[in-house]
């Protein structure tokens, strides 16, 4: 099964097309979920875990992995189904997010496809903010659910979405005479409320949408009422897994538009920051930092908004 996550030199060369390669899994049911293979570090049949005393239900237990101790989530369980009660025949895809690795238990590991960003939708607005449902889309007339892991994960191992008080001292101090607004673009219900209330503390006003394609269409709909976009964003803050259009198209096209291309940018994701670093220069965003750290994001912000200022 690791093999099936070989080849990542390849799977660059999707990235700026807005195409992505998903891991199909199951768990325990007919549905078949997906997830971007860049988060994957490899998909291997479950180890012997060992209990964790006083840990969430949700995790199943720790094994040791390539040299490393690795909780392992049971995905099913952490989306409120049935836990995967045959270990022996499931699962573990060992991911990279927000800054750690774990592994997720899943039933069944199905195969790797590839698809466009354009064909990942958003989930119906009906389904609310308690749905684990980030994106979804079709194959072969089959729907597959994308999971909205950065929920599952806030909701074992908690979020801190606390700024430093000096940070916030500090930052206050040098806006004293101007309360920014930034522009904010996540799928995640999860990264949008951490991403708004680090801002608040901040003083900082947001803007709130939920993928690239409905970003750029608020950025265009500023511009086309005769706003000045740059004065009126100090920036935009933008996710890069994203249904319909993800975060390097989205950079791009803003800086293929006159009204928008001086914009500043700042990547804000749970993929790998080496990689992500690589691509920041080839589609011209300003920043990339990884999810997610208050300290982190508000210090990029402030550092973007100095910047900003200058070139107001």
Same mark, same amino acid.
């Given at each position: 099964?690791?093999?099936?996550?070989?080849?990542?030199?390849?799977?660059?060369?999707?990235?700026?097309?807005?195409?992505?390669?998903?891991?199909?899994?199951?768990?325990?049911?007919?549905?078949?979920?997906?997830?971007?293979?860049?988060?994957?570090?490899?998909?291997?049949?479950?180890?012997?875990?060992?209990?964790?005393?006083?840990? !969430?239900?949700? @995790?199943?237990?720790?094994?040791?992995?390539?040299?490393?101790? &690795?909780?392992?989530?049971?995905?099913? +369980? $952490? %989306?409120?189904?049935?836990?995967?009660?045959?270990?022996?025949?499931?699962?573990?895809?060992?991911?990279?997010?927000?800054?750690?690795?774990?592994?997720?238990?899943?039933?069944?590991?199905?195969?790797?496809?590839?698809?466009?960003?354009?064909?990942?939708?958003?989930?119906?607005?009906?389904?609310?903010?308690?749905?684990?449902?980030?994106?979804?889309?079709?194959?072969?007339?089959?729907?597959?659910?994308?999971?909205?892991?950065?929920?599952?994960?806030?909701?074992?191992?908690?979020?801190?979405?606390?700024?430093?008080?000096?940070?916030?001292?500090?930052?206050?101090?040098?806006?004293?005479?101007?309360?920014? !607004?930034?522009? @904010?673009?996540?799928?995640?219900?999860?990264?949008?409320?951490? &991403?708004?209330?680090?801002?608040?503390? +901040? $003083? %900082?006003?947001?803007?709130?949408?939920?993928?690239?394609?409905?970003?750029?269409?608020?950025?265009?709909?500023?511009?086309?009422?005769?706003?000045?976009?740059?004065?009126?964003?100090?920036?935009?803050?933008?996710?890069?897994?994203?249904?319909?259009?993800?975060?390097?198209?989205?950079?791009?096209?803003?800086?293929?538009?006159?009204?928008?291309?001086?914009?500043?940018?700042?990547?804000?994701?749970?993929?790998?920051?080496?990689?992500?670093?690589?691509?920041?220069?080839?589609?011209?965003?300003?920043?990339?930092?990884?999810?997610?750290?208050?300290?982190?994001?508000?210090?990029?912000?402030?550092?973007?908004?100095?910047?900003?200022?200058?070139?107001?």
């Amino acid at each position: 099964m690791a093999s099936m996550i070989e080849g990542v030199d390849q799977r660059t060369k999707l990235v700026g097309h807005n195409r992505l390669e998903l891991l199909l899994f199951k768990l325990g049911t007919s549905q078949t979920f997906g997830i971007n293979v860049f988060k994957v570090r490899e998909a291997i049949p479950c180890p012997t875990l060992t209990k964790l005393p006083f840990s !969430h239900p949700v @995790v199943r237990g720790a094994a040791y992995i390539r040299g490393q101790a &690795i909780s392992i989530f049971d995905l099913s +369980l $952490g %989306i409120g189904g049935q836990p995967v009660d045959d270990l022996s025949k499931s699962f573990v895809i060992i991911t990279e997010y927000n800054r750690s690795v774990q592994g997720f238990l899943v039933s069944n590991i199905d195969r790797i496809v590839n698809t466009s960003w354009a064909d990942i939708l958003p989930p119906p607005s009906a389904l609310g903010n308690d749905s684990y449902m980030t994106a979804f889309t079709k194959l072969d007339n089959e729907l597959i659910e994308i999971i909205d892991v950065e929920k599952v994960m806030s909701e074992v191992v908690g979020t801190d979405d606390i700024v430093s008080d000096d940070l916030v001292e500090s930052f206050i101090s040098h806006n004293a005479d101007y309360r920014p !607004h930034i522009l @904010v673009a996540d799928d995640s219900s999860v990264a949008r409320n951490q &991403i708004k209330r680090t801002m608040e503390q +901040l $003083g %900082i006003d947001t803007t709130i949408t939920r993928d690239g394609k409905e970003a750029l269409l608020q950025l265009q709909t500023w511009a086309d009422e005769g706003i000045n976009v740059k004065q009126h964003i100090a920036m935009l803050i933008s996710d890069i897994e994203m249904p319909e259009m993800d975060g390097y198209t989205l950079t791009s096209e803003i800086r293929k538009d006159p009204r928008l291309q001086d914009i500043k940018i700042l990547l804000h994701s749970s993929m790998s920051g080496t990689f992500n670093n690589n691509m920041v220069d080839i589609v011209e965003a300003d920043k990339f930092i990884a999810k997610f750290s208050p300290d982190d994001l508000a210090t990029t912000v402030q550092e973007l908004i100095e910047q900003w200022k200058l070139e107001r």
